[in-house]
C-alpha cells in the first residue's frame, strides 16, 4: 500500500522515542509537508469557511462520555469527549456542560456511560441542562487518519417526532430510535473522516482557516499530521451538523432532520 505524504509525516512524528531520531524525522516530515503545501497538491481558489448557526437565547449542552464502538484502544473515550466539549463552544449562543459534571452525575448512579434515551433525559434534567450529546466512536485508525463518530443530540421534547425509520435503521448508533418514541432525538449524525480523501481535506482546509493563525510550516495539513488536531476537526464537524440540526428543528411541525454522510 503506498502511503501519502502526510501519512509519511505523521508517521515521522510518531517515530524514534531518542531525541536525535525525533530530530531528524520531525525535520524530515516538516520539510515534505511544507513541500506538499508548496506544490499546490491541495485543491485551490477561493473556500467557502465554516457556517455556525446562531441560537438565541443561549441554550445549555452537556456532553456525555463518549463510548467506543471502534474496538481500538489506541485513544482515550474522556479526551475525545473533551475534545467535543470545547470545539462545541465555537458555536454562538451555546453554553456547554463539560464531560466532568456528566461523570459526576453518572458516578452517583454507579455507571460509567449513558445507558438509554430515557437516561439521557434524565441526566440532562438533572445536570439542568437544555440538550446532551451522546455519541460513540464507531471507527478509529491513526495511520490513515481514519475517524467514525456517531452522534445523538437529547433533551425533553413533546412526543411528536419525524424520523426515515429507513434510514435511521442501517446506521451504527449508541441508542436504537424508534419514531414513536417520546425520547426520540432532536438530531442525529454520523459519519466517517477518512484523512486520505479530498472532500475531507477541503473540509479540514477551511476548518483551519477559521482557527486563529497558523505560524507552523505545516499550514493547514497540521490538522492532518497531528492525530489529536484532526480528533478536534472531527468532533467540531460533528457538533456543528447537531447544532444545524437542532436550529431546523426550532421551526413549528419541524422534526428531526436525519443526515448520514460518508466523506
Known amino acids: ?17 531518542s531525541r ?27 473556500r467557502k469557511e465554516f457556517e455556525l448557526v446562531s441560537f ?13 464502538f471502534s474496538g481500538s484502544l489506541e485513544f482515550d473515550p474522556i479526551r475525545v469527549s473533551d475534545l467535543m466539549a470545547s470545539e462545541l463552544s465555537s458555536v454562538p449562543g451555546i453554553g456547554v456542560v463539560g464531560v466532568n459534571r456528566v461523570l ?28 446532551i450529546i451522546v455519541f460513540a466512536v464507531t471507527e478509529y485508525d491513526p495511520y490513515a487518519p481514519t475517524v467514525g463518530i456517531s452522534a445523538q443530540l437529547y433533551g425533553r421534547r413533546p ?7 429507513v434510514v435511521t435503521s442501517r446506521m451504527a448508533r449508541p441508542f436504537s430510535i424508534s419514531s414513536q418514541e417520546r425520547n426520540a432525538p432532536w438530531a442525529i449524525v454520523q459519519r466517517t473522516f477518512n484523512g486520505v480523501h479530498e472532500a475531507v481535506h477541503d473540509e479540514v482546509r477551511d476548518y483551519a482557516k477559521s482557527r486563529t493563525e497558523d505560524d507552523s510550516p505545516f499550514g493547514w495539513r497540521r490538522y492532518l499530521a497531528s492525530q489529536q488536531l484532526y480528533l478536534r476537526f472531527c468532533t467540531f464537524a460533528i ?5 444545524q440540526q437542532q436550529s431546523q428543528a426550532y421551526a413549528p411541525g419541524e422534526g428531526v432532520v436525519v443526515q448520514e454522510s460518508r466523506t
Do not use: W, Y
Not at 513541500?35 to 481558489?45: F, K, M, T
Not at 452525575?105 to 454507579?110: D, H, I, K, T, Y
Not at 457538533?239 to 447544532?243: G, I, K, N, T, Y
Open 1 to 17: 500500500m503506498i502511503e501519502s505524504g502526510c501519512q509519511f509525516a505523521e508517521r515521522c512524528l510518531r517515530g524514534p522515542k
Open 20 to 46: 536525535a531520531g525525533r530530530s531528524v524525522q520531525s525535520a524530515a516530515a516538516l520539510a515534505l509537508c511544507t513541500l506538499l503545501a508548496a506544490s499546490g497538491c491541495s485543491s485551490s481558489g477561493d
Open 56 to 68: 438565541e437565547p443561549v441554550m445549555t449542552v452537556a456532553v456525555a462520555p463518549a463510548m467506543n
Open 104 to 131: 459526576a452525575v453518572l458516578a452517583e448512579q454507579g455507571v460509567a456511560q449513558i445507558q438509554s434515551p430515557e437516561h439521557a433525559v434524565d441526566v440532562c434534567s438533572r445536570i439542568g441542562a437544555d440538550r
Open 159 to 165: 412526543p411528536v417526532t419525524a424520523l426515515d425509520p
Open 239 to 243: 457538533a456543528r451538523e447537531l447544532m
